[in-house]
């Protein structure tokens, strides 16, 4: 009976124990319908391992999950132009993976069709009438370290969710590199995408689309600019939460082009080289952060286009060096050659700030709104223009016309300080007194009467340089960066510009315990003055004593404000609103008598007198005999 028992579980357990997955060799000698059929005998879940070299007239239906593979780089040649060498249809198909095939078709390469989980891998696909990956309405596919080149579309992604194309080359396609439509979260990362005929990405109608790391170079027809419409490195509309960050985008006919879109975000890219501009927003523009890219030698920087909207943040990018063409760009001369275009259908939106980007040594202007007719003012926040202002209004500056039409803002200059030990520092700071400490790094040259010069790069809006006492010579110590230069005397005050407020609030109240706070620094603060003083004006190592002397050679604006801010917020006298204290009772006391005064006013400091107190009540009660005795004696 033991025995019967024991045959019998092996049997219920070899019954309900899954086949274990077989391996179907597809040999050199097979044609399209027998591996066809070879296909379909397969159980799911088995490897198909195909031998041979090359196979033609290819096209094959998955409706199973497969594991296809060839360990000799196996050639598909598929000859109907209206088919795929590989079509892998429906849910029984998920899972699906295919790796290591050139397929050369005259349709489609691979279809994945209403399925999901599929795996293509190290292909080398082209078709000539088709995409050379075609993904419809399927989730999670992932395209990985293949080769999609020389077909109608590189990859074709529509009504999909979850699409991963990662570390590819999409290449030298008719149309689009890579096209995203009416599609949810694709990533598109670490990819190479070049010399595709109209767009290098393209993303129409999607949402969560994400754009990183990859090379975008020589999409569209870059041999000119061209409507932005027409072709360009990445191309987005009707769409929302793009992502596009750590991209090269160069020697496109436009670099970045959104149109009606919203929740974008622009991110540390290099977009250069482009035959149009570098950046376009067209239409309406929602939510969209631009931040920390360097945007230089295109047609146009920035070209901001759009007419509705709102919440356009447009901080810490270079932009530089942006030049026209007439031959490669057709457009007026005044819409072309600009750091930021403002276009002919811009109009002012809710929440814009451009501000704390370095813009500069662009051919035609920095900031250009020629044609925006529809604008009251452009809104610029303090940037970085490298040139002298003169003026009281920013838009004037020295040999040069940066600035054009409705254009208001506020310029970043250099100031420098004596910082001690024969160490010189140069600030970034606006025209309210404010350092800027989050600009992108600029390059600066230090120099002296006595034949220093030294080129450093300014970080986190300080540089500080320390010049041999016998090269200071026995005059000024200059910064130069641009066309701006900020000058102190070699033997100038010691200013630690750290210290101090950085807000020119005029509060340099000389409080009675000469604290001085906030003592109003009409150049930042360069100090607080926290330490009591027998003058209470401890905060007078700031305003114009300690700014006015190293402004700009010539930024007349900046030493404008300064001369403003010393006057109304504390010179080294103090401000009008904190004048400086004369010596009185109160303010010289020493600080043993200031610790009494306290000490005595203090509710803790009689309590402790009142426990003294009662200790000894108690004390004297407990041992009164014994006093009294030893009183007695004593009295004997």
Not at 255 to 271: A, C, F, L, P, Y
């Amino acid at each position: 009976m033991f025995s019967v028992f024991i045959i019998g579980m092996s049997l219920f357990v070899t019954a309900i124990e899954p086949a274990s997955a077989a391996a179907i060799n597809v040999t050199s000698t097979m044609n399209n319908s027998e591996i066809q059929s070879a296909l379909d005998n397969a159980a799911s879940g088995d490897t198909v391992n195909f031998l041979g070299k090359l196979y033609e007239n290819i096209q094959l239906t998955i409706n199973k999950t497969l594991n296809i593979v060839t360990s000799t780089g196996t050639i598909l040649s598929g000859s109907n132009p209206k088919s795929a060498v590989f079509s892998i249809n429906g849910p029984h198909s998920s899972e699906t993976k295919i790796n290591g095939f050139t397929i050369n078709a005259n349709g489609t390469g691979i279809l994945i069709n209403s399925t999901s989980n599929v795996i293509i891998s190290r292909c080398n696909i082209s078709a000539a009438n088709g995409p050379a990956v075609n993904v419809n309405n399927s989730f999670n596919t992932n395209i990985e370290n293949s080769n999609l080149t020389n077909s109608t579309t590189g990859i074709a992604v529509s009504g999909s969710k979850n699409t991963k194309i990662t570390g590819s080359t999409v290449k030298n396609n008719k149309g689009n590199g890579i096209g995203v439509e009416n599609s949810i979260n694709t990533t598109i990362n670490k990819d190479k995408i070049t010399g595709n005929a109209e767009r290098g990405v393209k993303i129409y109608n999607s949402v969560n689309t994400t754009v990183n790391g990859s090379t975008i170079d020589s999409n569209g027809n870059n041999s000119t600019a061209g409507p932005y419409s027409t072709g360009g490195g990445i191309y987005f509309q009707s769409s929302k939460n793009v992502k596009i960050t750590h991209n090269t985008v160069t020697y496109n006919s436009h670099g970045i082009v959104g149109v009606d879109s919203s929740n974008v975000t622009i991110n540390n890219n290099t977009i250069e080289n482009n035959y149009g501009d570098g950046i376009v927003l067209h239409g309406s523009a929602i939510n969209i952060t631009i931040d920390t890219n360097t945007i230089k030698k295109n047609s146009n920087g920035l070209e901001l286009d759009y007419s509705s909207g709102g919440n356009i943040t447009i901080k810490h990018n270079t932009i530089t060096e942006n030049a026209y063409d007439q031959k490669l760009d057709d457009r007026e001369t005044e819409e072309a050659g600009n750091g930021i275009n403002y276009g002919r259908n811009y109009r002012n939106v809710a929440g814009e700030t451009v501000e704390h980007n370095v813009i500069m040594n662009n051919q035609g202007r920095d900031i250009n709104g020629h044609d925006a007719d529809y604008a009251d003012t452009l809104p610029l926040g303090p940037n970085w223009y490298g040139v002298t202002w003169s003026g009281d209004q920013p838009g004037y500056a020295v040999g040069q016309d940066m600035f054009c039409c409705k254009a208001k803002g506020t310029p970043i200059n250099l100031v420098l300080y004596n910082s001690g030990g024969n160490t010189y520092t140069a600030y970034l700071m606006d025209v309210y007194g404010n350092y800027i400490t989050d600009l992108p790094d600029i390059s600066v040259t230090f120099s002296t009467t006595g034949g220093f010069s030294k080129t450093l790069t300014l970080h986190n809006g300080h540089v500080s340089v320390q010049i041999g006492i016998t090269q200071l010579g026995n005059g000024m110590v200059l910064v130069t960066s641009g066309d701006e230069t900020a000058y102190v005397s070699f033997d100038a005050e010691v200013t630690n510009p750290n210290s101090g407020n950085g807000n020119g609030n005029g509060n340099g109240n000389g409080n009675n315990n000469g604290n001085g706070n906030n003592n109003g620094n009409g150049t930042g603060g360069s100090g607080n003055g926290n330490g009591a003083g027998t003058n209470g004006a401890g905060g007078n190592s700031g305003g114009s004593s300690g700014g006015a002397s190293s402004g700009s050679a010539a930024s007349v604006g900046l030493a404008t404000a300064a001369a403003d801010a010393g006057s109304s917020g504390g010179s080294s006298q103090g401000g009008s609103n904190g004048q400086q204290s004369s010596p009185s009772k109160d303010n010289s006391k020493t600080a043993q008598e200031l610790f009494i005064d306290k000490t005595v006013k203090s509710p803790e400091f009689w309590g402790i007198i009142g426990i003294i107190v009662l200790l000894v009540l108690i004390f004297g009660a407990y041992y009164r005999k014994d006093l009294m005795t030893m009183i007695q004696k004593s009295k004997k």
